[in-house]
């Protein structure tokens, strides 16, 4: 247990409420700040973007990383983060591989970010590897969790809504502790698995909306004629935020520029409000 007055905790951890470099000036507009200590939810659909705009955090911030890898094995993550990286298509970059091209002073540029590919990690297997990068001399400014559903919660009471809120708590305290930005990748209730509705915070699936402290909802902004002509967008929605702008209902986002083929989410500067 400690115990402090509030100026004496901010002196304490003068790096509390740092804010990492975000990639998205549209989304820090918006109030949607990426912070050391806090835990994020992002939460869409399958293939709506979230581990694309995980990766894409954790690439282009330039902060040291643990990525929890559950739902990707190692090519996967190569071929996405080398697409960031160089701009090509990921087509392209599995090309270059199965051509013999190991990539090697591109993935020189990560090795800021450490890797675990289990697919079912557990809360010790998570808390063992933050602890793993302090002994490198200072623990990562964020962790990315990739997804929820795939975490062993370790009990079995067999209640989905609290296995859930347990393994979130567990991410709040591990903020906390070490002073980083957890980012946990989520799914949504089957009504917005479409993809393409603007998904509240009701649509978290197991209602788990209350341990985050920014929650942010993805869906694809644009339409089939967008689409045809290469111009996807991605809305974000800032459903909850206890350090800014939110709005439940999911009518306070921004949209972005998006492009799988290069695994590519850019600004395009619209704040829908």
Not at 127 to 136: C, K, M, P, R, V
Not at 170 to 191: D, Q, Y
Not at 206 to 234: F, H, I
Request: hydrophobic content about 40%; aromatic content about 6%; glycine content about 8%.
């Amino acid at each position: 247990m400690s115990l402090f007055q509030l100026g004496s905790a901010l002196r304490y951890n003068k790096s509390s409420g740092v804010a990492l470099d975000s990639p998205w000036r549209s989304l820090t507009a918006a109030t949607a700040v990426f912070r050391k200590p806090q835990l994020v939810l992002i939460a869409s659909a399958p293939g709506g973007g979230k581990s694309a705009l995980a990766l894409n955090l954790a690439v282009k911030s330039g902060a040291s990383c643990i990525y929890f890898s559950a739902d990707s094995g190692p090519r996967t993550q190569v071929v996405r983060s080398m697409a960031i990286t160089t701009g090509r298509e990921t087509t392209e970059v599995e090309a270059a591989m199965e051509r013999g091209y190991t990539f090697d002073n591109e993935l020189r540029d990560l090795s800021r970010i450490w890797w675990e590919f289990d697919a079912g990690p557990s809360l010790d297997t998570i808390d063992e590897s933050i602890l793993a990068h302090g002994y490198l001399g200072a623990y990562p400014d964020m962790c990315v969790i990739d997804n929820l559903m795939n975490v062993d919660p370790g009990d079995s009471e067999g209640n989905e809504f609290k296995s859930l809120e347990n393994i979130l708590l567990f991410g709040l305290e591990l903020s906390r502790s070490k002073n980083m930005c957890v980012v946990v990748l989520h799914h949504l209730t089957g009504e917005y698995e479409d993809g393409r509705t603007p998904p509240p915070l009701s649509a978290l699936r197991g209602k788990v909306g209350k341990v985050p402290e920014m929650v942010l909802t993805l869906w694809r902004a644009s339409d089939d004629l967008d689409e045809a002509l290469g111009q996807d967008k991605m809305g974000v929605a800032i459903v909850k935020n206890r350090d800014g702008i939110a709005d439940p209902s999911a009518m306070y986002s921004v949209e972005l520029d998006m492009n799988f083929a290069r695994m590519s989410i850019t600004d395009s500067g619209l704040l829908v409000a």
